[in-house]
């Protein structure tokens, strides 16, 4: 029934499970790892689909690539790491746990015929990283016989306590599955004078060797010695069996999973289950069957953080953790009863058998599929040159000819192409002029500051654009003009946002979830630059600082921290171009204090982009002083990037996403005058070398996040959802 209107009709999605029947099975992929999650996964969906091929062949061989597709064979993978044969073109049952994925799998999956996955989280995480496939949602199950016939016979594996709630977490205990956060709410919220045990199951791994000393650090961190007993040992699955059924409640604080297992299985099992309420267990765990853990989003630690270094998934809160625990600790007899009962129910359509139904009726329902599509993309958005959400927006879009721009009436502009189509304005309501064209699209990109029109006219634009079943992408460049009830943003199929503090606002604030993070990019041409270009042939001699004036840049603060510089022959040059029509008090007070400083130059006229570099590279240190505002990301700092000069920086939350960086100075206290004199002082007595190795790696980063990447990501993105929004 979800798949209903999607591609085929009705009728012969009925017809579907016929499809296989009559073909070959040839699976490759993990089998025979004992112990290893996937490993069971594969072979509880290959004891599954036997019934409806003609025979199944299995391997186990990332290197074999003698076995060819044809008409009476299907050839299937599911693995990791996903470095199969090209023959093998469909992923089933797919799973991951982060916000990106590597970039070498991806271009093995774009490949793919398609791909089926675990969850609707999956699903999401894939195309935000522009896998522009047929991505297809099967879910995970379970075998109902396997839980009522096995598990009561080795009471080796019950937990052995006499505490009356036991509380079991089963995991490899890998940085991702969050025992720490468990570990820290258990001993902050019980002692050994309440009632509770927990049990935690694991196996030794290069990921959990320092599990015994984290459970000593957590017990002496609160003074608290509540029971807890780890066990290490590889067990068969009917002891895992015996385990949650001797178990009060199971519990998980991953912070993410591709789907959960585990929890399912629990929830068969009439266990409560306590799981983070993110990722896949929101497949088919809620407030009805659950016990749901808060969370915020987190920069990821996990073992694929070096290579994956903007990533996130979740941190679940400590508070929410304990609050939960207490909650189902102190359910009654006839409440328990009834919540188990009900949350048993609410997950029996989950089998392997429909898994394996799911997964035949994408491989129909593939073969229906449109393969070249070509959706009709546009932008409505600024594009003056004066304008830095303008500015951004060429960059990003690249003026592509192929996209139609929607830009206001009354906005220099120096773009004349057909493809832009003047049509609304700032300051009145010309909402139907501008949907006039809007309508016309496929996928709408819309570019939003409220300095552009109010939020009612963007009310108005997106409930239209998807009462029209159009795919719509906001990108917010600030979020603090948003009205109470942002009830129409839940419609987007992604907020475009820079920062991780923008998702956590908008998540605490509004509980919206559908986000796409995109890290400002880097306006680069890497054909133009390379290590030879990159030069530093004497100390710090001249410093300088540039934006649009505005009294949250920190200019003055900057002027009066120079002023005190005791270092001979520096000079200072301040690029600040203004907006008359905004005032001109800020301007007059840089003005004054600059006034008959003969080492302090200033420029307020506006430099384009070729001449801000060339501008900048003419400096030895490059200044950021920004004080906190209602900006979410800065451009200048990107185009100071481009200079591969040295950079200080404000501890302003706008630089959140360079703080692990080691290749821009900062300093600590935006606030503080003497703070950035300081961090002067000491960025002035570096030796050369240092500054030369800093650009270096500035010039890495560049090439990574550079407009071109950013412009590909996000045209792969708007396909995808295009593409998948009936899968």
């Known amino acids: 029934e979800s798949y209903k209107g999607a591609y085929v009709s009705v009728e012969n999605i009925k017809n579907a499970l016929n499809i296989l029947i009559e073909k070959d099975l040839v699976f490759n992929g993990n089998i025979n790892h004992k112990g290893y999650s996937l490993s069971i996964v594969n072979q509880s969906f290959l004891n599954s689909i036997k019934k409806y091929v003609k025979s199944v062949t299995i391997y186990d061989d990332v290197n074999e690539n003698k076995t060819k597709q044809n008409e009476e064979n299907i050839l299937m993978f599911m693995g990791w790491p996903p470095t199969y044969s090209e023959n093998y073109k469909i992923c089933v049952n797919f799973g991951w746990e982060e916000s990106l994925f590597p970039k070498k799998y991806l271009e093995r999956f774009q490949k793919l015929d398609y791909i089926t996955v675990m969850s609707e989280y999956v699903k999401y995480t894939l195309i935000n990283n522009g896998l522009k496939i047929p991505i297809y949602v099967t879910n995970l199950g379970y075998d109902h016989k396997e839980y009522n016939n096995i598990g009561n016979k080795n009471n080796n594996y019950k937990i052995q306590s ?51 000393s984290l ?30 059924k001797s178990s009060s409640c199971i519990i998980n604080s991953s912070n993410s999973e591709g789907y959960g297992l585990p929890a399912l299985e629990s929830i068969i099992m009439k266990k409560p289950v306590i799981v983070t309420n993110y990722s896949g267990f929101v497949d088919f765990c809620n407030d009805a069957n659950s016990f749901l853990i808060d969370y915020e989003y987190i920069k990821s630690e996990s073992h694929f953080s070096n290579e994956l270094k903007i990533s996130y998934y979740c941190k679940p809160k400590i508070d929410s953790i304990i609050y939960n625990i207490k909650k189902v600790m102190f359910l009654s007899i006839a409440e328990l009863k009834s919540f188990v009962k009900n949350s048993h129910n609410s997950v ?333 002082d000491e960025v002035l007595s570096y030796k050369k070398e240092i500054h030369l190795n800093n650009c270096f790696k500035m010039l890495e980063y560049c090439k990574i996040h550079s407009f071109d990447k950013a412009n590909d990501l996000i045209k792969n993105i708007a396909t995808s959802l295009y593409f998948n929004k009936n899968t």
């Open 348 to 680: 029996k359509h989950l089998t392997w058998d429909n898994n394996v139904r799911k997964n035949i009726l994408s491989y129909n329902l593939n073969n229906k599929i449109i393969k070249n599509i070509n959706p009709k993309i546009g932008v409505i958005s600024n594009i003056s040159y004066n304008c830095g959400i303008g500015v951004y927006t060429q960059n990003l879009f690249k003026m592509d000819n192929n996209i139609t721009f929607l830009i206001p009436e009354n906005k220099d502009c120096r773009f004349y192409n057909k493809n832009i189509i003047r049509c609304w304005n700032e300051d009145t309501d010309t909402i139907h002029s501008l949907l006039k064209f809007a309508t016309q699209l496929d996928i709408v990109f819309i570019e939003y500051h409220a300095a552009f029109y109010s939020s009612d006219v963007l009310e108005k634009i997106i409930i239209k654009l998807k009462k029209l079943d159009k795919i719509v992408l906001l990108e917010l460049h600030s979020i603090d003009a948003l009205p109470e009830n942002v009830d129409f943003l839940r419609l987007c199929d992604r907020i475009i946002l820079h920062r991780l503090l923008d998702m956590n606002y908008l998540k605490n604030r509004y509980n919206l979830s559908n986000f796409l993070l995109l890290q400002l990019p880097v306006n680069f041409n890497e054909s133009l630059i390379d290590k030879s270009t990159i030069k530093i042939n004497h100390d710090i001699k001249h410093i300088c600082s540039f934006g649009f004036c505005g009294k949250h840049k920190g200019t003055i603060n900057l002027i009066k921290a120079f002023l005190e510089i005791k270092t001979p022959n520096i000079t200072l040059n301040i690029y600040t171009s203004y907006n008359p029509n905004m005032g001109n008090d800020y301007i007059n007070d840089i003005i004054d204090l600059t006034h008959n400083k003969k080492n302090i130059n200033l420029v307020t006229s506006y430099l384009d982009y070729n001449e801000l570099i060339s501008t900048l590279k003419k400096n030895d240190l490059i200044v950021f002083p920004t004080l906190e505002s209602s900006e979410s990301a800065s451009a200048s700092i990107r185009d100071a990037l481009c200079s591969l000069k040295p950079i200080l920086i404000s501890n302003s939350k706008i630089y959140t996403e360079f703080c692990d960086t080691d290749f821009i100075y900062k300093y600590d206290d935006c606030n503080c005058i003497q703070s950035l004199k300081n961090k002067l």
């Open 162 to 212: 006499k505490k009356r709630f036991k509380l079991l977490h089963i995991s490899s205990c890998f940085e991702r599955k969050g025992v720490n956060y468990l570990l820290e709410a258990y001993f902050k919220g019980f002692n050994e004078n309440d009632d509770i045990c927990l049990y935690i199951k694991t196996f030794k791994n290069i990921h959990n060797t320092n599990l015994q």
């Open 215 to 244: 459970i000593e650090s957590y017990k002496k961190k609160y003074n608290s010695n509540a029971e807890i007993i780890l066990n290490s040992n590889l067990i068969e699955s009917e002891d895992i069996i015996s385990l949650i």
